[in-house]
């Protein structure tokens, strides 16, 4: 089992409703009187030793047919293929507008700040040669900007190429100068592009100087985003302390280059590594300590505050202290304890602790031999929340109300990062050396499109609630059900009250709904793991409809351990839950309604509906995880409808050796589903709209260029006569930086649920829109971005925001509105069932059935 994977296999169970599990928390102790027994521990748990890497400088290169930003070695920093795949062109019915039409309009401010560009603005790019060749970058710059008469104040130069925004004289010019040496170096300057705001590298430039700039206002970088050390926000009754940030971007927008800033904040736990490994020495047995550190640490992100760099710990040097040496850059060798005594005037106090290691990401070629940096433990503090903090609800409503910023101010915190921008001398003159002033937020109109009716089997509900219509559907009967007529219950004997009561809640909140619940065989067994599964061994049959578990605690090994079973071995529709959520006073009756939902379902029952206007209309939504196992192991979820009113699904998951996010599986997935479709309705389905969730950054045109024609390819042999179902293809991002308000009595609020944004902070390449299609009960409301990147469904904007919005009220985990069409949240929580618990393809058998709910 690999590092990552002891650490997610690990932990507690939090709720089957919602998927949630994690570590346990990190108890708090002194760091002292622990260094002999780390070298008790050297010889049963050594690694090899390895060396540190100082991360690249910045490049730029254009070349081929997509974009690229270089390190100094030449490697691939950051690519740019997504600003390079221009799908709205192919699109006849978008070409000349992609904005729709109905709704209400509605006014909206945005996060995203015009920067004042003027209207012939370019950058200039020159390749700079050296003659005779000069390996040392600094001494390179040294000699170019000995010219700065000919070159002006305003340039960077990363060694190879140099930016200036204006024009030199000649496109090629020719310069001479002598080292310290009397060694005459002459340099070759020649122009290469001239790039406007939209250009990609000129893009990443922007991006640049934006670092720079919030450099300049004493912010430090962490990963992408910058924080602010010297103001941190204590929240001491967790140990926590938070520091506050942002996160920005500068893009190509509809009609001109703009930065999109949002607020973030940096979590950090109040104790290093040193002091959590103390704490955890005298909680457990000591003959089984080493190993069950590295369960715990590895694959956890720490932070170093002498130099504000996150790493994430891979492994752990047992055989390694502070007093063992390496070897510098220079050729000679210091001890780590000398080294940051030296370094940052740090004195480190236990000098027998051993070492976290984390392995460095090769920018270049892969055949490159990895490398690693040795990590004190003293000097590294745990970064984020375990997952027992989550469960604690007074630590996650204190975090709350520092991070989960309302409208009004995150919209005050940004405006007042513009203002310092401006204020500061050194910031702004670094924006106007390049021609660049930051403006106001932007504003732009919206529409708000209508709500829609909930359909139940006679009848239909207009939720008052926009967001929820729990309450709506409780004496309502469903739209269609299997009666419960076969099932057992397994329970320890020390919940059987529980188990009694939960069974006799479920039959009273059944009959309304039309669900009828005989009385199940209950089952008694231990409190363990592996007398769950001797007793699903005895009493699992091929007849029976359902198993449900009431498992004594969080533990995750329980869970997994009957998950496994019963969709593997013994596929059977199963339902966990929780003895501790069954014994909260007065929450029963919701908490069965609830359950019994989720049974409905996983016995292939509907629970509502909305109006469907296209007629013979397949959805499919498709999602890619990791295993939490098997580094490298990919988890693809598929799941399409199949029947008409979109209320029942066919579900599948395949494994595939690739740590890529791109999906090479979709066509046995999608010929199942065809195959599924055809069986309930005996005809092809006219139109197929697939919803691809999961897509990274820079994966764009591997969707448009491999996923979309294996669709395709499927389609053709379905049907051979060239009459194939119309496909559309629509990418999904849950994390976009955008952020829209609206003004209500002088205030800014979240904007009302249905809002569509499709103007001025959308793509002008790309058939895209905002939706909101959930109600944020706390904090800022967070868009959903899609991007139709397929379409010869020829449908109009309207019919396909529409649609898609229809599609977030069909998740039938949630009786509201989600973020996400129901299919990609289903995939969702199949993909996470079997990349954290099962680690194999479910039964076919299950397909027709949401078993993972």
């Known amino acids: 089992m690999t590092g990552r994977a002891r650490v997610k296999a690990r932990g507690q169970l939090l709720s089957e409703e919602e998927g949630m599990f994690g570590q346990p928390g990190s108890p708090q102790a002194s760091c002292s009187g622990i260094g002999d027994s780390f070298a008790l521990q050297k010889e049963a748990f050594s690694s090899h030793t390895r060396a540190g890497k100082s991360p690249p400088k910045y490049g730029f290169s254009v070349g081929g047919s997509g974009y690229k930003v270089m390190d100094r070695g030449g490697r691939i920093r950051c690519n740019f293929q997504d600003m390079g795949v221009n799908t709205r062109e192919t699109m006849i019915h978008v070409k000349d507008s992609k904005t729709g039409s109905t709704g209400i309009p509605i006014k909206v401010i945005t996060n995203l700040f015009s920067l004042g560009l003027p209207q012939q603005w370019q950058l200039y790019q020159y390749c700079v040669e050296f003659n005779p060749v000069l390996e040392s970058r600094r001494l390179k710059i040294a000699l170019l900007y000995n010219h700065s008469e000919l070159l002006g104040k305003t340039k960077v130069f990363d060694g190879s190429s140099l930016f200036l925004t204006e024009k030199l004289e000649n496109e090629v010019t020719e310069l001479s100068c002598q080292t310290r040496r009397s060694e005459t170096v002459k340099m070759t300057i020649t122009l290469t592009h001239q790039l406007l705001p939209s250009n990609p590298v000129c893009l990443q430039f922007l991006n640049i100087v934006f670092k720079k700039v919030l450099r300049k206002l004493s912010m430090h970088q962490i990963g992408r985003n910058f924080y602010s050390p010297s103001d941190p926000v204590e929240i001491p009754q967790h140990k926590l302390t938070l520091w506050p940030g942002f996160a920005m971007s500068v893009g190509q927008f509809e009609n001109t280059v703009m930065l999109c800033a949002d607020v973030s904040h940096k979590v950090l736990r109040n104790e290093n590594v040193l002091e959590f490994m103390t704490s955890l020495y005298e909680s457990v047995d000591k003959a ?40 510098k850059s220079d050729g000679t060798r210091i001890c780590y304890e000398d080294y940051y005594k030296q370094q940052y005037d740090i004195v480190l106090t236990d000098l027998n602790q051993p070492m976290l290691v984390s392995q460095l990401k090769n920018k270049g070629s892969s055949t490159v031999e990895p490398r690693v940096a040795h990590l004190i433990p003293e000097l590294c503090y745990l970064t984020g929340l375990s997952s027992h903090a989550t469960s604690d609800f007074r630590l996650m409503k204190d975090l709350a109300q520092e991070t989960h910023l309302s409208p009004e101010r995150r919209h005050q915190r940004l405006s007042r990062l513009a203002d310092n921008i401006q204020r500061n001398k050194d910031a702004r003159l670094e924006l106007e050396s390049w021609g660049l002033k930051l403006g106001c937020q932007a504003s732009l109109t919206g529409r708000v499109v209508t709500s829609e009716k909930i359909l139940m089997q006679n009848d239909m509900c207009m939720p008052m609630n926009a967001g929820d219509w729990f309450r709506d559907m409780r004496n309502m009967k469903i739209i269609g059900v299997v009666p419960l007529e076969n099932w057992i219950l397994l329970c320890s004997n020390r919940n059987m009250e529980l188990a009694h009561s939960l069974v006799n809640c479920l039959r009273r909140v059944g009959g309304p709904m039309g669900f009828r619940i005989e009385y199940p065989k209950i089952i008694q067994v231990q409190e363990s793991p592996s007398t769950f599964v001797r007793a699903l061994q005895q009493h699992v049959n091929p007849e029976l409809q359902l198993v449900l578990c009431v498992l004594p605690s969080n533990k995750k090994d329980c869970y997994d351990a009957v998950k496994k079973f019963l969709s593997f071995e013994h596929p059977i529709p199963s339902q966990c839950v929780l003895a501790r959520t069954l014994s909260k006073q007065g929450m029963m009756m919701s908490v069965a309604t609830k359950i019994a939902m989720q049974i409905i379902c996983k016995l292939g029952g509907e629970l509502w509906g909305v109006e469907i206007p296209l007629k013979s209309l397949m959805v499919v939504g498709i999602d890619v995880n990791k295993d939490a196992m098997t580094k490298g192991m990919s988890v693809i979820g598929f799941v399409a409808s199949t029947n008409f009113q979109l209320t029942r699904w066919y579900s599948r998951c395949m494994l595939q050796n ?68 119309k496909l559309s293809m629509i990418v999904v991002r849950k994390k976009c930086l955008c952020r829209f308000f609206t003004e209500t009595n002088r205030s800014l609020q979240n904007p009302p649920v249905g809002t569509v944004i499709d103007t001025e902070a959308t793509r002008p390449e790309w058939y895209d829109f905002f939706l909101i299609s959930q109600l944020a009960r706390q904090g800022t409301v967070n868009p959903t971005y899609y991007n139709v990147v397929y379409d010869d469904n020829g449908l109009k904007p309207d019919h396909m925001q529409r649609l898609t919005y229809k599609m977030c009220h069909l998740y039938y985990n949630w009786p509201g509105l989600i973020r996400v069409p129901a299919p990609c949240q289903y995939a969702n929580k199949l993909t996470f069932l079997v990349g954290q618990s099962i680690h194999r393809e479910p039964s076919l058998r299950l397909t027709d059935k949401l078993f993972y709910l």
Not at 706 to 717: M, R
């Open 288 to 327: 089984c300590f080493a190993e069950t550190c590295e369960k715990e640490l590895v694959g956890l992100i720490v932070l170093t505050r002498y130099n504000n760099k996150t790493y994430r710990v891979d492994d752990i040097e047992w055989t390694v202290k502070p007093t063992d040496t390496f070897q």
């Open 658 to 725: 690739s740590g890529s996010n791109i999906a090479d599986c979709l066509k046995v997935c999608m010929k199942g589903a065809i195959s599924k479709w055809q069986t309930y309705n005996g005809q092809l389905p006219a139109r197929i709209i697939v919803y691809r969730d999961g897509v990274g950054d820079g994966q764009l045109k591997m969707v448009v260029d491999f996923e979309v024609p294996q669709i395709i390819s499927v389609l053709d042999e379905c049907t051979g006569d060239g009459r194939r179902p």
